[in-house]
């Protein structure tokens, strides 16, 4: 959860903990705020390295981070 909205997202709700899903699967990564699809890329050509936190220009507060492996379909 962040505690500041990011730019251009109107599903962001200012000075509330808003949740963010990242989903990064095989070469593409899904964004949602609040349970809203804010984002797909895909053909991205890294599938490992760091997970990295940041805000830009302003301050931001994170809490209950988590990371889990995608559960595959069999």
Do not use: H
């Not at 709700?13 to 095989?26: A, K, L, M, Q, S």
């Not at 593409?28 to 804010?38: A, D, E, H, K």
């Not at 301050?59 to 559960?71: C, D, G």
């Amino acid at each position: 959860e962040i505690s500041a909205c990011l730019v251009g997202s109107e599903m962001c709700i200012r000075d509330r903990w808003n949740d963010v899903e990242v989903v990064c699967d095989g070469n593409s990564m899904t964004i949602f705020i609040n349970g809203v699809l804010q984002n797909k890329l895909t053909r991205m050509n890294n599938d490992r390295g760091y997970i990295a936190l940041e805000g830009e220009g302003s301050p931001i507060l994170f809490r209950n981070i988590e990371v889990a492996p995608l559960k595959r379909k069999r």
